[in-house]
């Protein structure tokens, strides 16, 4: 088990093997000390029970149920078109479900206690362009009791982004920067952030995820980001929810997945023996220097027999995903959910929404 501080998110997660959700941090009395109005470490951020989106065109999102614990750094991968910004919107109570609940720290995700506790950064990132960069900031700190202005000053800083600028003279990527300082400045509970990358240079991007790390383990946020870039994905987050064609495909701690998976060189035939009753993912690779995603199952911890092959690494394993509809979904033990009608008998909240 880890002993991390429940403040330390780990950037390469610690390796683990539970599979049965009992992988919680340690320290937890240190965690009690706490103020109470941050999360504790061992309740749900975001918990969907059968959440479901449907758009004029149809459905964007079907069926999702899943828990993200409070105090990971999640990361949210799919194609195009996934239903990524669907699940955002609502995780933001920007918009409402068609089908299903979403909880967001117990509260009905749209309802004020929800929304007052989550940060989020569209991918357009709607600014003031009128304003200056000073302007924007002091409306963060009128619009928010639990405003950070030293963060979100150090920030906009960092980029040598002039405070008297206007929004609209600035480059693409500094309003990023500024849009970054008032999701920050804001000290939510959970912030969420839709490719907020896309749009910086390389050696920002480094600078604005080591920054998004440490103010997240600094402060217990829970962190929900989508992204295309992979190997940042690998390098930031503990926790994941892969959705293709608006269903959930894997969902769970990073370590938890991986640990269920091993790759083989070669195709299915040189799978060995001993791994031949689990099932293959799929295969990639041009002739003689194929690789084979194989995942493991029955009863955890799987036996060390079936363990022949290396582990995958997070970007293996999500081309893997992405790359074969037909795999079945696995949703960890860490990110499974009880049934809808649990949820809302067990929430006077839900239970009167429900009436
Ligand atoms: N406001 C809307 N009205 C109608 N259809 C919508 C709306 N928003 C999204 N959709 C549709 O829902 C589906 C999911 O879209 P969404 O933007 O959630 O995907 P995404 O995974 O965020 O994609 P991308 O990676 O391209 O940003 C798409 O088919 C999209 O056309």
Redesign the pocket.
Known sequence: MSALPPSGHPIHPPERNEWDGRAEWDGRTEWAAAPTTRPRWSEPAVEAYGLGME???GW?LRDCSFRLPAGRICGLV?P???????LMSLVTGMARPTAGRLRVFGAEAHSPDGSLRTAFLSQDKPLFRRFTVAETLLMGARLNPSWDRATAEAIVRAGNVPLTARVGTLSGGQRTRVAFALAFGKRPDLLVLDEPMADLDPLVRKELTLALAAEAAAHGTTVLISSHMLSELEDLCDYLLVIADGSLRLAGDAHELLAAHTLIDGGPADVPAAVGGHRVVETSGAAGRAVTLVRLEGPPPVPPASRAGRTPGLEDLLLGYLRSPEAPPLICPSARVGDIADAIANNPTTKDAAA
Not at 80 to 86: C, F, I, Y
Request: aromatic share 8%.
């Open positions: 758009y004029r065109r964007a799919g195009n078109g996934a239903g990524k910004s669907t």
